[in-house]
T-cell receptor, first 113, second 115 residues
């Protein structure tokens, strides 16, 4: 079984400040972890993923995420938020070899000017 | 186009009617997924196709839901005798299917409203 928890429905941050969107997961076996972003009335777009190797992964638009095995977390971060980062963010987990990712409920990120 | 294409973008139907939703994946992608996105519920997995293998239907919520994929390309999701709780955005995604852990490419979705 595999599951993802995004404990915050909404995150508010001021432009220029660092942002964090939280994600924890549960999976039997090796986890493959993903972040996707959804802009209004659009499909989801891939941001970054962790498969193996370095725990800190870098992705599109200046985003990064850190895989923490002991805390079963994969939080999304960005050093300096932009208003254009405002969107819905989804974390997903896939048990290695399952081919089917399970998504969280999503976190709405609002960046204030 | 180069992306995943879904049609119709919006569908309003009456309770009890059947609906068909279409997905045209990225050319060459062997894996195809259907998810359902309901307000506040995140993405719910429905069905997964990989090449010519039997699909994984484990996410279909009832026997009113079915899907097929013809010629390893276009897929159709059919909902029979629609109910109000079927109202949602139905998202299709495809991937290269060359291994687990691949990136999914999503279409813009089909918004279904059942009156």
């Amino acid at each position: 079984a595999q599951s993802v928890a995004q404990p915050e429905d909404q995150v508010n941050v001021a432009e220029g400040n660092p942002l964090t969107v939280k994600c924890t997961y549960s999976v039997s076996g090796n986890p493959y972890l993903f972040w996707y972003v959804q802009y209004p009335n659009r499909g989801l777009q891939f941001l970054l993923k962790y498969i193996t190797g370095d725990n800190l992964v870098k992705g599109s638009y200046g985003f990064e995420a850190e895989f923490n095995k002991s805390q079963t977390s994969f939080h999304l971060k960005k050093p300096s938020a932009l208003v254009s980062d405002s969107a819905l963010y989804f974390c997903a987990v896939e048990r290695g070899g399952s081919y089917i990712p399970t998504f969280g409920r999503g976190t709405s990120l609002i960046v204030h000017p | 186009g180069a992306g995943v294409s879904q049609s119709p973008s919006n569908k309003v139907t009456e309770k009890g009617k059947d609906v068909e939703l279409r997905c045209d994946p990225i050319s060459g992608h062997t894996a195809l997924y259907w998810y359902r996105q309901s307000l506040g519920q995140g993405l719910e997995f429905l069905i997964y196709f990989q090449g010519n293998s039997a699909p994984d239907k484990s996410g279909l919520p009832s026997d009113r839901f079915s899907a097929e994929r013809t010629g390893g390309s276009v897929s159709t999701l059919t909902i029979q005798r629609t109910q109000q709780e079927d109202s949602a955005v139905y998202l299709c995604a495809s991937s290269r299917g060359t291994g687990s852990g691949g990136e999914l490419f999503f279409g813009e979705g089909s918004r279904l409203t059942v009156l």
